[in-house]
């Protein structure tokens, strides 16, 4: 059965850094998604992606962050000079239509 | 603006008991989609159910089952006869579908759900 994976499933950076994290969504699918999980709270929306270019994101996807799907199948979130309180686990979605079918996670540990 | 309301923070049962999992909603649009998500201990989000606002019938899934009341915009979730591996946090979600942003998911902060044997 067709998957979404994400890679690595944890990293630790140090503050300041850039992190990179990784996804491959199912490969039929149109609509592309990142969001985040703080350590014991909700599941919050970042930011979608669809054809080609972001097509809606929250008020937490700042000039911080960044997408890009370069090659037609990686879809990538950028974190630029991390801070403390970007620990969480990140989680990828796609999606052919109104499902969201989401990958296992990547936990981002920033100290 | 979109909400959603999982007012049962933590939920503890004994095996083979029967519980539902509340959840109420609010959004100004006619359309739009409901979820539940199930995220067992291991983290991952595994989806569960989805169901459109035109369609009120309730739906059942072996021991699960799902009561849709747009009257009280309500979107409960029960559980017949639990089991321990039926311990995770549950999150509803909503969605508006938005055909260049696709349907972005507006999750309830959850509710964790401990079955004990």
């Known amino acids: 059965e067709p998957e979404v994976t994400q890679t690595p499933s944890h990293q630790v950076t140090q503050m300041g850094q850039e992190v990179i994290l990784r996804c491959v969504p199912i490969s039929n699918h149109l609509y592309f998604y990142w969001y985040r999980q703080i350590l014991g709270q909700k599941v919050e929306f970042l930011v979608s992606f669809y054809n080609n270019e972001i097509s809606e994101k929250s008020e937490i996807f700042d000039d911080q962050f960044s997408v890009e799907r370069p090659d037609g199948s990686n879809f990538t979130l950028k974190i630029r000079s991390t801070k403390l309180e970007d620990s969480a686990m990140y989680f990828c979605?796609?999606?052919?239509?109104?499902?969201?079918?989401f990958g296992q996670g990547t936990r981002l540990t920033v100290v | 603006a979109q909400k959603v309301t999982q007012a049962q923070t933590e939920i503890s049962v004994v095996e083979k008991e029967d519980v539902t999992l509340d959840c109420v909603y609010e959004t100004r649009d006619t359309t739009y989609y409901l979820f539940w998500y199930k995220q067992p201990p291991s983290g991952e989000l595994v989806f569960l159910i989805r169901?459109?606002?035109?369609?009120?019938q309730n739906e059942i899934s072996g021991r699960y089952s799902w009561n849709f009341q747009k009257s009280t915009s309500s979107f409960n979730f029960t559980i017949t006869a639990s089991q321990v591996v039926d311990s995770a946090v549950y999150f509803c979600a909503l969605s508006v579908p938005n055909s260049n942003s696709g349907y972005a998911l507006n999750f309830g902060k959850g509710t964790s759900l401990l079955v004990t044997p």
């Open positions: 169901r459109n606002s035109f369609d009120e």
């Open positions: 979605a796609s999606g052919a239509n109104t499902e969201a079918f």
